[in-house]
Structure formats: structure tokens, C-alpha cells
């Protein structure tokens, strides 16, 4: 899938995996929007991200559990620090 950012492409996850179709739609969306945490691996890594939520309160979600984004884009960032 092409997307303008990591960001992008784990919001359009979310949004339309098969593997979340019986979620619902607005708990996702309210997680996406206010409880979701992204990290770029540091140390030289180009385009590996890590995501979780910290959507606790709310059952709808609480099975998600997070995962990780490898982006493909030559020109993706690379981080040397950590941070």
C-alpha cells in the first residue's frame, strides 16, 4: 500500500484490516486519534517503527495490542540517536 507517511499507513491499517472488521469503527477511530503512540527505532535503523495504543479504559480495543511498521520508502527517515 502506498502512503504519504508511516502514520498514514498505520491509520489506513487500522482503519481497514480484515483482521479488525468486527471491531468497532469508533473506538478505533477515537484510539487512532488520542491514544495511539508511534516510536522510530533509533541506531541507524531506516523506516522500523514500533505502535501500541494506550487506550486501556475501553474494551473494544483492549485486544489490540500493537505492532511494528518496516517502511520501504528509500528516502524514509533514519534516526542515529535514541530518544
Same mark, same amino acid.
Given at each position: 500500500? %502506498?502512503?504519504?507517511?508511516? @502514520? /498514514?499507513? =498505520?491509520? !489506513?491499517? =487500522?482503519?481497514?484490516?480484515?483482521? =479488525?472488521?468486527?471491531?468497532?469503527? *469508533?473506538?478505533?477511530?477515537?484510539? @487512532? !486519534?488520542? #491514544? =495511539?503512540?508511534?516510536?522510530?527505532?533509533?541506531?541507524?535503523? *531506516?523506516?522500523?517503527?514500533?505502535?501500541?495504543?494506550?487506550?486501556? /479504559?475501553? %474494551? %473494544?480495543?483492549?485486544? @489490540? #495490542?500493537?505492532?511494528?511498521?518496516?517502511?520501504? /520508502? !528509500?528516502?524514509?527517515?533514519?534516526?542515529?540517536?535514541?530518544?
Amino acid at each position: 500500500m %502506498e502512503c504519504s507517511s508511516e @502514520i /498514514d499507513a =498505520l491509520h !489506513k491499517v =487500522l482503519r481497514e484490516a480484515e483482521a =479488525l472488521e468486527n471491531h468497532d469503527k *469508533k473506538a478505533i477511530e477515537d484510539t @487512532i !486519534k488520542t #491514544y =495511539l503512540r508511534v516510536t522510530h527505532i533509533a541506531m541507524g535503523y *531506516k523506516g522500523v517503527w514500533i505502535w501500541h495504543h494506550c487506550n486501556f /479504559d475501553s %474494551e %473494544e480495543v483492549e485486544d @489490540i #495490542y500493537g505492532g511494528s511498521i518496516v517502511q520501504t /520508502d !528509500k528516502n524514509g527517515a533514519v534516526r542515529e540517536g535514541s530518544s
